[in-house]
């Protein structure tokens, strides 16, 4: 037996994993309460025999009988996480607490989505995993930087006292079709405002970077790190190829062609300035780094997008 379960499979990167992992004959388990994903993303999985859509808030315990999990049930964009924060550290307090409890009692290997973010606004750059991150423990953004925080702290601990099989998956900024139109994040807002020839919204001055991933690229880190020996500790995935988010700005309008003005907003408090992923241990460990170019990505995203907006 081969039963995955996907938490969060209903959202942009659970919903591409459970693709990639039913083309692997995987039988899939998603879980999702539907909060930032949507049934949409799934809708051409219905009906497979392999794949099994549950209706599920992770923040209560879950029974089923698995051999693999994946953990990625939690609102990533800022807009989301911050519309109901006390529920965004329940998700990943709560949530990773059954998760862990589901993996200790049927044995399963579970495979946490930790991010970028528990660097917080860095110090070093680019990061590395031995770095302990600088992260503002009351500010808006910590109900999700802190509540990852205590994720990875809870599955080390189940792995020390337990023994659990974990991994944990630090994903930094990662785009690509099924971000929801409405997302808030910066790949998504920048196309679907070109595409609309609406202004795109630079927060601040833009000269905070960011380090882009294609979602394929991704989905292939989180399969390598869950199938790898003996890989307990955090493990960077990311693109190391930084931007500007000016220079985004101007990429998309180039690739979509639009003539929208680029106006500023008020930065986002504790926005950090910089990010980059040091990758030296996926490459070592994993054999993986990422293909896609941010031109070739941002060309499918746009396609897609183009889709979405006249459907
Ligand atoms: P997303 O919002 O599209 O997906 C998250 C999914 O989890 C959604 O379908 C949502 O409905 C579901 N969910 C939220 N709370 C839940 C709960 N209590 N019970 C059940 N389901 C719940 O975001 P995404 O970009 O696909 O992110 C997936 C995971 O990867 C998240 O854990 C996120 O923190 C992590 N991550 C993503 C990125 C990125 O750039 N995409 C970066 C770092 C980390
Ligand atoms: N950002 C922006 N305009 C937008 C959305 C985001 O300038 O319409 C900026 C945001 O302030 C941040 C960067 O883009 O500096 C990445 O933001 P996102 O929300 O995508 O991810 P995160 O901040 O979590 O890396």
Redesign the pocket.
Known sequence: MNRILVTGGAGFLGSHLCDFLLDRRGEVICVDNCFSGSKENIRHLAGRPAFEFIRHDIIHPLFVEVDKIYHLACP???IHYQFNPIKTVKTNVMGTINMLGLAKRTGAGILLAST??VYGDPEVHPQTERYWGHVNPIGL?SCYDEGKRVAETLAMDYHRQNRVAIRIARIF?TYGPRMAVKD????S??IV?ALRGEP?????D?K?T?SFCYVSDLIDGLHRLMESEDLTGPVNLGNPSEFT?LE??ERILERTGSRSAIIH?P??QD??VQ?CPDIRLARERLGWEPRVSLEEGLDRTIAYFKEKLNS
């Not at 808030?184 to 790949?187: C, E, H, K, Y």
């Not at 795109?200 to 601040?204: A, D, F, K, Q, S």
């Open positions: 990533a964009s800022p970028s973010e953004r900024n808030g994040r910066v790949v807002n920048f405002q795109l919204t630079v927060y601040g833009g905070q960011r988010i985004l700005a907003k930065l986002p926005d950090p990010r």
